[in-house]
């Protein structure tokens, strides 16, 4: 790069950059500068530290400059401005220029170009990022679609390329493989608008002597550091292509001011915590769902969520987890205290259920941001505790050996799916053991960053299923199945012995939708024959950490086979397919709003759900499928007949009923709705076909509603005495017609 007129430059850090950057400003008599998109630009923060010097930076791109009027940072790595809608850019440009601008987005992009072209004329420095720095030739590659760039790098007198070191690459072949994915990746393209290759200074007008002074700028940042470390370093291999962040459900609920610092997405909870330090990073990486999604598209094959479980445990062996996470930890560590504590839970829950399957009442001090949801109970009889009394296969000379793993949800929330499943193996000379010894498999434990405690319980699974000799693993929930076959060899990285054992375990480790079609080998027969409509839902981990062409197979088998008719985006908006269900684990807790992004509430169409991976998804789409009938029902129980588990609908108007029914007595609607909402809103019971029963749920609901209300705030303590008022014969109206409720 020297050979061709090139000064290149090493900064240590942001601040050496900018300076570096300012200085170069300064020596050429540089005071207009103009900018193309650059995210290590947007990552040193560049265009304040020239500001403050007494410079106009420009940006050129027209959705960063959109961004830099409004004062805001980039939501997308690609698509700055995607968080904005046409009616917001024009009033930002009716403000820009003084005129009002329509919403027409030809006049808006006319705008633009107007208003920019005058900047590129009169500019005296361009600032520009590189996609590639090839070695062997010392040229730099710039991949856009708007062709700014290209006014960037040519007008000014002066032209400074930023990028980080790991943009180093040694030849022009290297290049052309990362272009062959880059654009596929980032916006559909084969190739983009614009790829182009500059090599040393080239003649200018704008310049005293004829010729442009140009600058390369690495920027290490702590990239040194990070290529050193044996786990993040393959975070240096990313593209910036954004896909992480097209596919991620969190993403598309916060949006990107939320799911980063300056770099967005997956990997920009990575790169916030390599490049800006921890104290940013803390909160970031606790967005991470660990479906996969991101794993799954990326181009340059970084494990994402792998690496953010990692950043998790760093912060926790660095700094200790939070008093109610550290029990929660301790308790799965122990697992006779852990099942001693589910079993009690049974009969805690009693007052909070209703004598229902579900937990609706519970009060919003325990279940802060959880309004939304009701949780599954505990069973009454947990499946370990059936297993003795089970009529399960049992074979002199077995051709498999079978050993169940249960999880904690279907253990002791759907013991009735282990049931099935042991049902489903009668005939096929198979023997089944279920070890009592076994626990959690431990993935709650590995979202909340607790390593050690991680090795522990997995190591009393490996302990509990290395004293048979078992040919095959069985497990119901596909989270669990990744947690033995990747999760358990991970934890036990640089441990020979022990990862020995985790590989040993994870070769026999196979989940219910493989069994079934592999071992099994179900036939149409062995479904129930039907007409419904059926939807369904793959599991994260089953759909891309146990493999996506399975479900594929499966999804064909019961369309084809079946008779039933498979549901997908097109058929019903209610369709959930491979979106995550936003089960999150432990987030639920920490994080519960995350939870809510995996079932469509729209509409009152009646359907059912098909699940094929995993319980925990299971126990979420159950929680939030509050406003439609959901039949949800494993894929295992497709080959029996079994009564569904149906949700209410149409509930919202109860609430509605009693906000009315305190309008009139105290004409008070909006506070008392502010007050009632969050505790009481979705939590009533199902629907009753009974009249008398429905009126007796909505009459429940009320007395518990005035003794919340009488306890909060002594406004309202003459509310007392209805609570001997029988509010039920009341609302008689309401088993007429309930469509006519509200009104009457």
């Known amino acids: 790069a020297e050979k061709r007129g090139v000064q290149v430059h090493l900064a240590r850090d942001a601040a050496d950059a900018n300076r570096i950057i300012a200085k170069i400003a300064e020596d050429n008599g540089c005071k207009m500068v103009v900018k193309s998109k650059s995210m290590t630009v947007e990552e040193i923060q560049t ?66 170009r107007r208003e920019l072209r005058r900047k590129f004329a009169e500019a005296d420095m361009g600032i520009s990022g590189m996609n590639f720095a090839v070695a062997e030739s010392g040229a730099i590659g710039l991949v856009t679609n708007e062709g700014n760039a290209r006014m960037v790098t040519t007008l000014p007198r002066v032209h400074v390329a930023v990028g980080g070191i790991d943009k180093l690459i040694p030849s022009f072949d290297d290049a052309m493989a990362t272009l062959r994915v880059l654009p596929r990746n980032a916006t559909g393209q084969h190739l983009t608008s614009y790829v182009t290759w500059i090599a040393g200074g080239v003649p200018t007008a704008s310049a005293p002597d004829g010729k442009k002074s140009m600058h390369v700028v690495f920027v290490d940042n702590g990239r040194k550091a990070v290529l050193n470390d044996p786990i993040l370093s393959q975070a240096l291999r990313c593209v910036r292509c954004g896909a992480c962040a097209n596919v991620c459900p969190v993403y598309r609920l916060v949006g990107g001011h939320r799911m980063g610092y300056i770099y967005i997405g997956a990997i920009g909870l990575i790169l916030t915590y390599l490049f800006h330090g921890k104290d940013r990073a803390k909160a970031l990486v606790q967005n991470c769902v660990n479906c996969q999604a991101c794993k799954s598209v990326c181009a340059a094959g970084i494990d994402l969520p792998g690496l953010i479980e990692e950043i998790r445990m760093r912060y926790i062996e660095q700094d200790g987890n939070s008093l109610p996470m550290n029990l929660l930890a301790s308790t799965l560590k122990n697992r006779k205290a852990f099942h001693t504590l589910l079993k009690f839970a049974k009969y805690a829950q009693k007052p909070l259920t209703g004598g229902e399957q579900f937990i609706r009442h519970l009060p919003s001090m325990f279940a802060k941001d959880n309004e939304f949801r009701a949780l599954p109970a505990i069973a009454d009889k947990a499946f370990r505790d059936r297993w003795e009394k089970l009529d399960r296969p049992v074979s002199a000379n077995p051709s498999l050996r079978v050993a169940i793993f249960a999880g904690c949800v279907q253990d002791f929330v759907y013991p009735e799916q282990l049931e099935a499943a042991v049902k489903l193996m009668q005939g096929h000379n198979i023997r089944v053991d279920f070890p009592m010894d076994q626990s959690c498999c431990g993935l709650p434990v590995v979202m909340m960053g607790q390593r050690e405690t991680a090795r522990d319980v997995a190591l009393q699974n490996m302990d509990a299923f290395e004293k048979g000799d078992y040919d095959v693993i069985l497990t119901l929930c596909a989270s669990c199945a990744s947690q033995l076959k990747e999760g358990y060899v991970e934890l036990f990285a640089g441990q020979p012995g022990r990862q020995a054992r985790a590989k040993a375990l994870a070769d026999k480790v196979m989940d219910f939708s493989t069994f079934a079609k592999e071992k099994l080998g179900l036939s149409a027969e062995s479904f129930n024959h039907s007409d419904e409509k059926v939807t369904y839902h793959a599991s994260c981990h089953l759909c891309r950490g146990l493999g996506g062409i399975l479900v594929i197979k499966l999804r064909l088998g019961l369309s084809l086979k079946t008779g039933r008719r498979m549901l997908d985006g097109n058929d019903c908006r209610h369709t959930i397919s491979d979106v995550c269900s936003g089960k999150v684990h432990i987030f639920v807790f920490q994080d519960p709003q995350f939870s809510g992004i995996g079932v469509d509430h729209s509409g009152k169409d009646r359907l059912k759900s098909r699940n094929m991976g995993t319980a925990l998804c299971i126990v979420n789409i159950v929680a939030e499928s509050k406003n439609i009938f959901m039949e949800l029902i494993h894929i295992l129980k497709c080959c029996f007949h079994s009564d569904a588990v149906t949700l209410p609908l149409e509930i919202d108007h109860i609430m509605k009923c009693f906000l009315r029914f305190i309008q009139i007595l105290y004409k008070s609607y909006q506070p008392v709705r502010l007050m009632v909402y969050n505790m009481f809103y979705f939590r009533t019971s199902p629907v009753f076909e009974n009249d008398g029963q429905f009126r007796i749920q909505i009459g429940r609901l009320m007395h518990a509603a005035l003794d919340f209300l009488c306890l909060k705030t002594s406004f309202f303590k003459n509310l007392r005495i209805w609570k001997k008022v029988n509010l039920c014969s009341g609302l008689s109206c309401l088993s007429n017609g309930r469509k006519k409720t509200i009104d009457q």
């Open 47 to 112: 265009n304040t530290a020239l500001e403050a010097k007494g410079m106009e930076v420009v940006e050129t791109d027209l959705a960063e400059w959109i961004i830099q009027l409004r004062h805001e940072g980039p939501s997308h790595m690609v698509m700055p401005a995607i968080h904005l809608s046409r009616t917001q850019v024009a009033d930002t440009f009716t403000k820009e220029t003084g005129k009002h601008q329509t919403e027409d987005i030809t006049s808006l992009v006319r705008v633009a």
